[in-house]
């Protein structure tokens, strides 16, 4: 009795035995906390019926950055919740890609279609119809089965997936930020959205770093960062701009 009394004093007063819970809970949010800023983009994109202030690129560089760190996961086994946190990301960009190419679909009736198919890479990742997106991912995802399971012996092949995917991913705000320099604004895009950005990269690079997670990994997170708040300043700098011009 005094043995089993003992324990349970030991096991109330020691911090680490909440531990299991409290990684749990960081795993559920590495999973499902990469999504959550896309959810205000997709609410302004419904809300407008436009997509000129959102680069779908954001998605080309998600969709290919998570196919190749799931190609890169048989080579080199990490995190669990890296993995799914993978394929949670891909059905979300295609979620996204569906909803702006019913958008566009619907505000340009008349201006001429283009497809996959046609190969012509002056019109890449500008396609007509939500089909073209899935065919794309469909062969990318093949053409790295392919060569993932030819080499996958390699221990430097494995090493040059896993950087090109997380190398990949670091460029995720470029897209956008294109996008605001050339629009010259940020009309349209969700401001939340690159604010869960930064919040959910910070996040995400400590996770890494307390769970010593392969080095390419935390170097995308902070490679990110820098890009969140590139953006965030094309934010301010842009507001101000109209502000000087039209106060």
């Known amino acids: 009795m005094g043995i089993e009394m003992e324990m349970k004093m030991n096991s109330e007063g020691d911090p680490t035995a909440s531990w299991p819970l409290l990684s749990w809970l960081a795993s559920c949010i590495m999973v499902f906390g990469g999504v959550v800023p896309y959810v205000p983009q997709y609410q302004e994109i419904l809300r407008t019926s436009s997509t000129e202030g959102f680069s779908t690129r954001v998605c080309l560089v998600l969709l290919v950055a998570n196919i190749l760190r799931i190609f890169f996961w048989f080579g080199k086994q990490f995190e669990s919740p890296l993995l799914f946190q993978s394929m949670v990301m891909i059905l979300?960009?295609?979620?996204?890609?569906h909803l702006c190419c019913s958008v566009q679909t619907t505000n340009h009736v008349s201006t001429k279609q283009h497809y996959f198919t046609d190969l012509d890479?002056?019109?890449f990742w500008s396609w007509a119809c939500f089909e073209d997106y899935l065919l794309f991912c469909f062969?990318?995802?093949v053409l790295s089965a392919l060569i993932t399971f030819l080499f996958l012996d390699s221990v430097l092949f494995?090493?040059?997936?896993?950087?090109?995917?997380?190398?990949?991913?670091a460029m995720l705000g470029v897209p956008q930020l294109l996008q605001n320099f050339q629009n010259k604004s940020t009309r349209g895009m969700s401001i939340k959205m690159v604010l869960?950005?930064?919040?959910?990269?910070f996040f995400k690079t400590t996770y890494f770093l307390v769970?010593?997670?392969?080095?390419q990994f935390w170097l995308c997170g902070v490679a990110q960062i820098c890009i969140d708040i590139a953006i965030l300043l094309q934010v301010a700098f842009y507001k101000q701009e109209t502000h000087t011009k039209y106060g």
């Open 139 to 141: 062969s990318f995802t």
């Open 196 to 201: 869960l950005w930064t919040a959910g990269d």
């Open 92 to 97: 979300t960009m295609l979620a996204m890609l």
């Open 158 to 169: 494995v090493e040059g997936v896993g950087s090109l995917a997380v190398l990949t991913e």
């Open 121 to 123: 890479l002056r019109y």
């Open 211 to 215: 769970n010593e997670a392969p080095s």
